[in-house]
């Protein structure tokens, strides 16, 4: 299976910051990678698909990159609702595997 | 917009069969590009996909359930299913139905979830 590392495991950021958390997948996946926002008590809300488009609805500040093995999820002007889990997820082969989350709080 | 909800026994008993049903409203699961998955949580951890199915029946399972999983359609009813056999206190999570457009092999709308315990 392609294990999805994610970094940090939390961070803490106050309103207006910009944040980045980092996905290291195990071999290359090109650019098969989503990203979700899950908040406490929630289903996981689809953010990024692809590595780098935006679902429908979601705020321009949230913005995707990366290829390969290596994927960035930056939050700019980061808000008091985006305090949330945040997981990414590849699809270059079955099984699809999650990384382990990184916790954005407020400082 | 499509709604997807999850339904199904609260608390199960060790060696038992974890059964539950995703109702989908305002969409039909026999649409073609989509498939129908399910994820666990476990309390406090990270997510677990299980596996999906498509509306012509073929599923994937991830191979940590081995052979205790199983996803089924029921067209009549709109709902998919999601059976996990000789279930063990590792099984304890949230488990959520989820709908994922085969173009981005994303989940693009969740259930809320339902929390399942395994425990005699």
């Known amino acids: 299976d392609t294990r999805m590392t994610q970094s940090p495991s939390s961070l803490s950021a106050s309103v207006g910051d910009t944040v980045t958390i980092t996905c290291q997948a195990s071999?290359?996946?090109?650019?098969?990678l989503n990203w979700y926002q899950q908040k406490p008590g929630k289903a996981p809300n689809l953010l990024i698909f692809?590595?780098?488009y935006l679902e429908a609805g979601v705020p321009s500040r949230f913005s995707g990159s990366g290829s390969g093995t290596h994927f960035t999820l930056i939050i700019r002007n980061v808000q008091p609702e985006d305090i949330a889990t945040y997981y990414c997820?590849?699809?270059?082969?079955?099984?699809?595997?999650f990384g382990q989350g990184t916790k954005l709080d407020l400082k | 917009h499509v709604q997807l909800q999850e339904s199904g026994p609260g608390l199960v008993k060790p060696s038992q069969t974890l059964s539950l049903t995703c109702s989908v409203s305002?969409?039909?699961?026999?649409?073609?590009?989509?498939?129908w998955s399910w994820i666990r949580q476990h309390p406090v951890k990270g997510l677990e996909w299980i596996g999906y199915?498509?509306?012509?029946?073929?599923?994937y399972y991830n191979p940590f359930l081995k052979s205790r999983v199983s996803i089924s359609l029921d067209m009549s009813s709109n709902q998919v299913s999601l059976e996990v056999t000789s279930v063990t206190a590792a099984d304890t999570a949230v488990y959520y139905c989820?709908?994922?457009?085969?173009?981005?092999?994303?989940?693009?709308?969740w259930g809320q979830g339902t929390t399942v315990t395994v425990s005699s």
């Open positions: 989820a709908r994922t457009p085969s173009t981005i092999n994303g989940m693009d709308v």
């Open positions: 997820q590849h699809h270059d082969n079955l099984p699809w595997t």
């Open positions: 199915i498509d509306n012509s029946g073929n599923s």
């Open positions: 071999h290359d996946i090109s650019n098969y």
């Open positions: 692809d590595a780098s």
């Open positions: 305002s969409g039909s699961i026999d649409s073609d590009g989509y498939y």
